[in-house]
């Protein structure tokens, strides 16, 4: 039934979003009756919003224009095979090389602690299939928020991200610190390097300075490791109780974007990922998810491990945390990993 409705809505060219959350077992839909592009305003608008990296650009799938639609899903045993779609692109692994050297320079100048690199890599399709790339994503990352967003005026956007940027329902808040990466090799013994311990603690000391003004209580666990796909993290869970002056609003623009995809300081980094960078992000590293839904409550995602599907070809996006000990070499092959999180679900 969900599956129909949101070929249907793709026929018609209305907008619609289908999406995953966590360890759900249930796919929900909000399917817009109108083809209005609808701006968030003061985060108090209902329904599922899709806001760009730059926060130029943040939009409303409204839950007062749409139908909702809830089923649940089975797992299915899916093939987990590699599949490169495409040899490596020696230009594009030089020019990728050569802004980490300038993200490290920059750092031993002082500039900013942290970096986040990131690049487009785009593969031609020669079928595509919405819906089943969806439903691939959502057997492949249970773990993840999974999502598939359309609107005529905006695109196509699919993705399987294992970062919270916020959950909030009343006062009370959710978030995570998500950095470090390492393929996963098939053990459980996880060890990381004083790189990624770094890079981790940085962007768990920056979350925090930043709710601790506008909170009354701040709790933060120990550092864990935890598995999206084929690829380890760490992560630190923080919550706690926002102070009663402090709107939705204020909070996810202390947030967003993170160190974990940004860097810190977060004006510095920025400014050099816009100069640098040499593509523009888009919605990539920006946020998704249910915006006062369900009981008021907020479910908040950063927008990573995604591709945007444009004239038969998809557009995948990742990127690199760039530390003072970072290694370019080790860093592309790090982006290389994480790109296989969306090719794998192209596989037919």
């Not at 209902?46 to 749409?66: C, H, M, R, W």
Request: charge should be negative; glycine fraction near 6%.
């Amino acid at each position: 039934m969900i599956v129909e409705k949101a070929k249907e809505q793709l026929a018609e060219n209305l907008p619609f979003v289908l999406y995953c959350k966590p360890n759900s077992e249930r796919i929900s839909g909000l399917f817009q009756q109108n083809d209005t592009l609808y701006n968030v305003g003061d985060f108090t608008e209902k329904g599922f919003v899709f806001a760009s990296f730059d926060g130029n650009q943040t939009y409303l799938i409204p839950e007062n224009q749409s139908e909702r639609l809830t089923v649940s899903w089975e797992k299915k045993v899916l093939e987990n095979q590699e599949n490169s779609l495409g040899s490596i692109d020696e230009d594009e692994k030089n020019s990728f090389e050569t802004v980490v050297k300038k993200g490290i320079q920059a750092i031993e100048n002082r500039e900013f602690k942290k970096v986040v690199v990131s690049r487009k890599e785009t593969v031609a399709l020669d079928s595509f299939d919405l819906v089943s790339v969806f439903e691939n994503l959502v057997q492949l990352y249970p773990s993840t928020f999974v999502y598939c967003f359309y609107h005529p005026k905006v695109g196509i956007w699919l993705g399987a991200t294992p970062e919270q940027l916020l959950k909030a329902k009343d006062n009370q808040f959710e978030t995570i610190a998500l950095a470090g990466t390492q393929k996963d090799t098939g053990t459980t013994a996880i060890n990381w390097e004083k790189k990624e311990k770094e890079e981790q603690q940085i962007v768990t000391d920056y979350i925090v300075a930043k709710l601790e003004n506008v909170a009354s209580e701040v709790l933060v666990s120990e550092p864990y490791s935890i598995k999206a796909g084929s690829i380890w993290h760490i992560r630190t869970d923080i919550s706690g109780v926002l102070n009663s002056d402090f709107s939705l609003r204020q909070v996810v623009q202390l947030l967003h974007p993170t160190p974990a995809v940004c860097g810190l300081p977060k004006e510095f980094s920025k400014a050099f990922i816009l100069e640098n960078e040499n593509y523009d992000r888009s919605f990539y590293t920006g946020f998704l998810g249910e915006l006062n839904s369900d009981s008021e409550s907020s479910d908040l995602f950063v927008n990573l491990r995604c591709m945007q599907i444009e004239n038969s070809q998809a557009h995948l996006y990742m990127g690199c945390g760039i530390t003072k000990d970072s290694i370019p070499e080790k860093e592309w092959g790090e982006s290389i990993n994480k790109s296989m999180t969306m090719k794998k679900a192209l596989v037919k």
